[in-house]
């Protein structure tokens, strides 16, 4: 493992991978090297995606009364009914609402996107598509919030804020941080380092084979999965 990653599992602290199976992947590497090091017992660590590291903060925040009660958090399913239910009420702007909600999922996915690296949609809009999603998603925020409810995908660093606790994570897998990421950590965290940035050593550099045969191509695809894992 690097040796970033893995000092920051012994001291207990959450890592936060791009994917599920990335995470499970780090989670069974770690459970080799202590096995390795002798050990039968240990403690799992935290690693998890970003969505459900923003969950877990929340819910920490909820059980400890740091948010109110009534504030209900919407799962992806009821975001998907909410930015359908959005999309019927501004169906006269551009077209029918049938044919809006066939959209919903993808307008939904590039909202999440924009949210990340903090576009201002309303003034960069242009085409009808993009004023679409600039509307909707508005639409999607102002009726989570006159309806106490919050789709963590959408909330801005100043609302994930309001419900951060422990010590920051450490974000492995990307080349950067987003913009949100970048303004969460520098209000919760101010002067740590959230990103994880692997070495520039020879395992770190792009190495292209070439293989004489199909059987050579598909021994050498598992040689380099054996290598990941």
């Known amino acids: 493992m690097e040796p970033g990653i893995s000092a920051a599992l012994a001291a207990g602290r959450v890592v936060i991978v791009p994917s599920a199976q990335r995470a499970t992947a780090l ?29 877990s903060q929340w819910e920490k925040a909820r059980l400890d009364g740091r948010v109110a009660a009534a504030t209900r958090r919407l799962n ?8 359908q239910r959005v999309l019927a009420s501004i169906e006269g702007q551009f077209g029918e609402s049938s044919d809006l909600a066939l959209h919903a999922a993808a307008l939904m996915r590039s909202a999440v996107q924009a949210v990340q690296w903090q576009l201002p949609l309303s003034r960069l809009a242009i085409t009808d598509e ?10 999607a925020r102002e009726w989570c919030q006159q309806h106490d409810c919050i789709a963590l995908p959408l909330c801005t660093p100043a ?3 309001q419900f951060m606790s422990g010590a920051a994570p450490l974000i492995a897998g990307q080349r950067q941080l987003t913009a949100l990421q970048q303004a969460l950590g520098e209000s919760c965290w101010p002067g740590e380092s959230l990103l994880h940035e692997s070495g520039d050593g020879e395992d770190a550099r792009v190495r292209l084979l070439a293989a004489g045969s199909p059987d050579g191509e598909i021994r050498a695809c598992a040689r380099w999965c054996e290598t990941q894992l």
Do not use: F, H, I, Y
């Open 76 to 83: 992806r399913s009821q975001q998907l009914q909410l930015w």
């Open 27 to 55: 989670r069974w590497n770690w459970a080799r090297v202590q096995l390795a090091a002798g050990r039968s017992v240990w403690s799992t660590p935290e690693v998890m995606t970003w969505d459900a590291w923003l969950e």
């Open 159 to 161: 609302q994930l804020a």
């Open 130 to 139: 993009e004023k679409l999603l600039a509307a909707a998603l508005a639409g």
